[in-house]
């Protein structure tokens, strides 16, 4: 399991440690103190070497399309927009330490008019003495000073008993690509957005793992903590694009879509639980689309599969409602539960506070603001 999670230069966050993780954290604080941020730093530690990460994690903030004639949504995750500054994420697990480095690299391209010309335009890249050098010129690392034309970024990835990975990704036309090389101690992760309610072809090649697998009940006990009238979710064809089902005892199964944000969401989550079946699940606020009614079941059948899992629960809320489902679901395995405040000042320091079952538990009870 994850311990503790240590950020450098990392979008808005010069520098965090945060400590003491449980089965479930949950990450509270205002608009814009730094919750996503500090999800987003551990989908990209959890995942080292893969550009489709960060390319995800840039599409899901709406920075629009990250190719080589626009840098700047993977500039994005640099501190201060400078990729001069490299992001420095490490994580302490049960078998020790890991540490993932990532580099901004320049184009430097002199051409026969005096025109500089981008590496990411030609996207072949080979690892060579000094260096990732291009076929038809040299990318630079830079250390401190700003990368002027962010052409690509290199990943350094060492993990608990001292292994070092390398990859290195190029911004080309058609957006980020990486040579993603072999590095086989990283946590793995599923990443659910806040705004993302449900993504249907991803969602239907999980329940068809599912079925295969005979997973369909620990599926539907997240579901159905939604919608308990729900008896299954099924994959099916509609202008030759996939559709989900839903049997919810109507004379003809309803497309999920039709029965809310929050059934939606409830099925992206459990699609992540039970189907990728991760070390660590995130989601950015976990109480959208959702009722105050259910969340107590909800809590309860997320908190019984990350068991049967070995899995932990990275997540953000801003929802009392939510944060008090949680403390009574969790009654019972007060451990498992770990409430962490997020803080920006107003010089831009971000800080962390960790409470623990009890303290949120007294919060709860006494009508106590921690959120």
Not at 286 to 305: C, K, P, Q, S, Y
Request: glycine residues 10%; contains cysteine; proline residues 3%.
């Amino acid at each position: 399991m994850l311990k503790s999670l240590s950020i450098d230069n990392f979008r808005g966050i010069k520098h965090l440690k945060i400590g003491n993780f449980s089965r479930v954290n949950i990450f509270v604080g205002g608009n814009g103190s730094g919750k996503t941020t500090v999800l987003e730093a551990l989908a990209v530690l959890a995942s080292p070497g893969d550009p489709h990460m960060l390319s995800k994690l840039a599409m899901w903030r709406d920075m629009g399309p990250m190719n080589s004639q626009i840098d700047y949504p993977l500039r994005s995750f640099f501190f201060e927009l400078n990729a001069g500054r490299e992001i420095t994420l490490s994580a302490v697990t049960d078998a020790g330490t890991q540490r993932l480095a990532v580099t901004g690299l320049q184009a430097n391209i002199s051409q026969p008019n005096g025109a500089e010309s981008s590496l990411a335009m030609s996207g072949v890249i080979s690892q060579g003495v000094n260096g990732p050098v291009s076929s038809s010129g040299r990318i630079e690392e830079l250390s401190g000073a700003d990368v002027n034309n962010l052409a690509g970024v290199s990943y350094q990835f060492v993990d608990e008993i001292g292994e070092t990975a390398t990859a290195t990704a190029s911004l080309i036309p058609m957006g980020l690509q990486g040579m993603v090389r072999t590095v086989r101690r990283g946590l793995g992760v599923f990443y659910i957005q806040g705004r993302r309610a449900n993504s249907v072809a991803e969602t239907a090649e999980a329940i068809t793992r599912i079925t295969e697998s005979g997973d369909e009940e620990e599926f539907l006990r997240i579901i159905r903590a939604i919608e308990p009238r729900c008896r299954s979710v099924q994959v099916g064809l509609l202008g030759g694009q996939p559709i989900l089902f839903a049997d919810v005892g109507k004379m003809k199964r309803l497309s999920i879509s039709l029965l809310g944000d929050g059934f939606c969401r409830a099925c992206l989550i459990a699609t992540g639980l039970v189907a990728a079946a991760p070390k660590i699940t995130i989601v950015d606020d976990i109480d959208a689309g959702l009722h105050h009614t259910v969340m107590e079941n909800f809590w309860r059948a997320i908190l019984r599969i990350c068991h049967r899992r070995d899995m932990q629960l990275f997540c953000s809320s801003h929802s009392d409602e939510m944060l008090r489902a949680a403390v009574t679901a969790l009654t019972e395995s007060p451990d498992d539960l770990k409430l962490f405040r997020i803080d920006k000042s107003q010089d831009g320091h971000v800080s962390a506070e960790n409470y623990d079952f009890i303290h949120a538990q007294t919060a709860s009870n006494n009508g106590i603001e921690v959120r």
